[in-house]
């Protein structure tokens, strides 16, 4: 079984330009989470979806960042313009029933973001 | 609030001995799963051990033991037999079961590396 695919795993970028990631979950898991990991920190929740809808994005400026999930499958989280702050690693990850699988999310190998 | 706190940033461990990791927590709630995972440095989260609040008994995985005392709030994380493979981030996470859909609170993370 495939895990949680993300691309791309680097990306360095000019600041105030755009930036966009892009996750597949695991197949047949609903939800789906970004997580943001600042150096040497534990990762922080941006936004969580059962299926399409966005179920928990309070912890997401939107002043920047947007996310969608189309179709209840892949996500695209968005950047723009793009901040020097903004360089963290965003961790895409899924879960099934997770209520009822234990508790686990499944995580991506995550986007390391450098704004120059 | 739930928070989630590793008082240790850096632990070190010589090969083949036994290393404990610290990890205090807090919540409200009486319902809630308890998780240590582990990043390598290829940065792709792997569920290490789980715990369910509701047990009494303490979760062991292999060479992976915990330590939950619930009264307490605290939750460490005991590897025996250490290997050079055992290097790496280990985030404590704490998540509600009943609330929250399945948002992972961590802690900051220890690093451990290990000494061949």
């Known amino acids: 079984e495939a895990g949680v695919v993300q691309s791309p795993r680097y990306k360095i970028i000019e600041k105030k330009q755009p930036v966009a990631f892009w996750c597949n979950p695991i197949?047949?898991?609903?939800?789906l989470y970004w997580y943001l990991q600042n150096l040497g920190q534990g990762p922080e929740l941006l936004i969580r979806?059962?299926?399409?809808?966005?179920?928990?994005d309070s912890q997401l400026p939107k002043d920047r960042f947007s996310a969608e999930r189309l179709k209840g499958v892949d996500s695209t989280l968005k950047i723009q313009p793009a901040e020097l702050g903004d360089s963290a690693v965003y961790l895409c990850?899924?879960?099934?029933?997770?209520?009822?699988?234990?508790?686990?999310?499944?995580f991506g190998e995550g986007s390391r973001l450098t704004v120059l | 609030a739930q928070t989630v706190t590793q008082s240790q940033p850096e632990m070190s461990v010589q090969e083949a001995e036994t290393v404990t990791l610290s990890c205090t927590y807090d919540t409200s709630e009486s319902d809630y799963y308890l998780f240590w995972y582990k990043q390598p440095p290829s940065r792709q989260m792997i569920l290490v051990i789980r715990q369910e609040a509701y047990k009494q008994q303490n979760a062991t995985e292999n060479r992976f033991s915990v330590n939950f005392q619930k009264a307490a709030k605290s939750f460490s994380l005991k590897i025996s037999d250490s290997q050079l493979g055992d290097a790496a981030m280990y985030f404590c996470a704490l998540v509600m079961i009943y609330n929250q859909g399945g948002k992972l609170i961590f802690g900051q993370g220890t690093e451990l590396s290990v000494k061949p």
């Open positions: 979806y059962e299926n399409e809808e966005a179920v928990d």
């Open positions: 197949s047949g898991h609903n939800t």
């Open positions: 990850a899924s879960s099934s029933g997770w209520s009822t699988q234990g508790g686990e999310l499944f």
